[in-house]
């Protein structure tokens, strides 16, 4: 596997399921991010990790939480959503030391919420 | 004001033209700008970083950035229906680890 890859790619759940969406990078960077892409609107910032700790929430609801239990692997686990949460989930990863980092996404989950 | 704007379009030019994608911002401190492109249904991709004033070419696709007015531009010359995409502008605010993405512009390239 090269890049960041994410799992699953396509998640439909109920609005009392609990999922988790995995994100995992083979870039070694040190930092990565969760992104949440709804239709028509730009991409908003969920979360981002820096050495496996959380710097930045960017007021994101507690149904969402996200966990780093290394620098390669990030999960965002999901509990009681709404339907409006449906939307394209993305993981990033960067090299954060130069201040001109480039971010890297994977492929995304597209997520349904019934 | 915004603080990445973008004409969200679509803009549309014929096969073989160029195409002009534009792109302000609002903090002043930026340092980095980034272009992406994301192909219906698909992940963001890097196309060009610019860091200084004046233009960036790379292949098809030139970069122009001029921070004292706080714009950066793509320019995508000989315009192929391939390239019929959104095209998004980002930047990370200074200091930080957010990066600010505009709602992107969409371009048709009509064969």
């Known amino acids: 596997e090269t890049g960041v890859t994410q799992t699953p790619r396509h998640l439909v759940m109920g609005m009392t399921n609990k999922k988790s969406l995995k994100c995992e990078q083979h870039?070694?960077?040190?930092?990565m991010y969760w992104y949440k892409q709804s239709a028509k609107k730009p991409l908003e910032l969920m979360f981002v990790y820096s050495l496996e700790e959380r710097v930045e929430n960017n007021s994101v609801p507690s149904r969402f939480s996200p966990e780093c239990p290394n620098s390669s692997h990030l999960f965002l686990h999901l509990h009681t959503l709404q339907p409006e949460d449906s939307a394209l989930y993305l993981c990033?990863?960067?090299?954060?030391?130069?201040?001109?980092?480039?971010?890297?996404f994977g492929p995304g989950t597209r997520l349904l919420v019934l | 004001q915004k603080e990445v704007e973008q004409n969200s379009g679509p803009l549309s030019v014929p096969e073989g033209a160029i195409a002009s994608l534009n792109c302000t911002y609002s903090d002043r401190g930026s340092q980095s700008f980034f272009w992406y492109r994301q192909y219906s249904g698909k992940s963001p991709e890097l196309i060009m970083s610019i860091y200084s004033n004046g233009d960036k070419e790379d292949g098809r696709f030139t970069a122009q950035l001029n921070k004292a007015s706080q714009y950066v531009s793509l320019l995508i010359r000989d315009s192929q229906p391939s390239d019929s995409a959104t095209y998004l502008c980002?930047?990370?605010?200074?200091?930080?680890?957010?990066?600010?993405f505009g709602t992107g512009t969409r371009l048709k390239v009509l064969a």
């Open positions: 980002a930047l990370p605010y200074s200091g930080t680890y957010k990066y600010i």
């Open positions: 990033a990863s960067s090299q954060e030391e130069t201040g001109k980092e480039t971010q890297y």
């Open positions: 870039l070694g960077h040190n930092a």
